[in-house]
């Protein structure tokens, strides 16, 4: 009783206790996803749930029903649903604002940027999927350059006239061995969280609008940045090629927001005309040197 007539003396305001971010406005830091709370096929990363391997897709028929769809073929002019699952070659041959298509039409999204950071780097936030440092061979990422090998001669890089988009997007390309992996085929290459792929094998598309995508791919993951900092920013949004992919995202109980524009009509030429920017990845590196029995 003293202290209370002190406090009041000395003018103060008796109040209740109140954490200190919401006696300043803050909002409370958002709690994280519960590992149930997302579907089968995703992981819950934080506050979002995120899909376990690169995606693939389905063609869905008038009738409702789905029809497999070759992940070796372009998507143009068709409704595909976003899928994933172990041991299926993920889609390739896919625009951003196609694969956001496919997304939503699976109930989910592209990942934000913040977004796939977060899940390729983990809580530690290491610069690859599964620590600090490169272990080359732990994702697939030191391939062999189809593209050399069906358009260049006497294993010499082919001419700047070769690619064009019908080449970049040939149905060959990622079925040479030593390309494209079925998703979840190089076991090591996971995060804690126990997503896989996110560095290698396909570039990954994000939901930035004007074209990002990100981890490289089965012939490159550290020209435009080291693993998970790998971005790319030069191509629009209706551009594709062999070495594009995607995976989808969700936030739980939110709903899903129907793309701008679900029109899949084919692109224009591969990069923008002009002087390339900062990002614009070589999509026939020299092939990778054949590693020696014994070698990871």
Same mark, same amino acid.
């Given at each position: 009783?003293?202290?209370? #007539? ?5 003018? !103060? ?19 994280? @996803? /519960? ?7 995703? @992981? ?44 299926? #070659? ?47 061979? /732990?994702?697939?990422? #030191? ?6 090998? !069906? ?16 080449? !970049? ?33 396909? #570039? ?67 990069? /923008? ?12 590196? /020299? ?10």
């Amino acid at each position: 009783m003293r202290l209370a #007539h002190a406090v009041l003396a000395l003018g !103060l305001a008796v109040m209740p206790w109140v954490p200190l971010a919401h006696a300043q406005g803050k909002p409370a830091p958002a709690k994280s @996803v /519960r590992r149930a709370t997302c579907p089968a096929d995703m @992981v819950a990363v934080g506050v979002t749930c995120v899909d376990r391997y690169e995606a693939f897709v389905v063609e869905l028929l008038p009738s409702g029903k789905t029809r497999a769809h070759s992940p070796f073929e372009p998507v143009q002019g068709l409704r595909v649903k976003a899928v994933n699952a172990r041991g299926k #070659h993920p889609q390739a041959h896919l625009s951003r604002n196609e694969a956001e298509a496919a997304c939503v039409l699976a109930g989910k999204r592209l990942c934000a940027d913040t977004e796939w950071l977060r899940a390729c780097k983990g809580k530690r936030e290491t610069t690859w999927p599964y620590g600090p440092t490169r272990v080359v061979g /732990r994702c697939n990422d #030191h391939g062999t350059s189809s593209f050399n090998l !069906l358009f260049g001669k006497d294993g010499r890089p082919p001419p700047q006239s070769e690619y064009d988009f019908d080449h !970049l997007n040939d149905p060959r390309l990622n079925q040479l061995k030593g390309t494209l992996a079925k998703a979840g085929a190089f076991s090591r290459c996971k995060t804690t969280d126990g997503v896989f792929d996110m560095v290698g094998n396909l #570039h990954e598309w994000t939901a930035a609008p004007d074209g990002t995508f990100r981890g490289g791919y089965y012939l490159d993951v550290e020209q435009n940045g080291l693993g998970c900092d790998y971005r790319t920013t030069a191509h629009h949004d209706k551009y594709h090629d062999y070495s594009t992919g995607f995976r989808c995202c969700k936030t739980p109980g939110a709903p899903v927001t129907k793309p701008a524009s679900s029109k899949t009509a084919a692109p224009k030429l591969a990069p /923008r005309a002009g002087k390339p920017k900062r990002g614009v990845p070589k999509p026939a590196l /020299r092939p990778a040197p054949i590693p020696r029995a014994g070698q990871d």
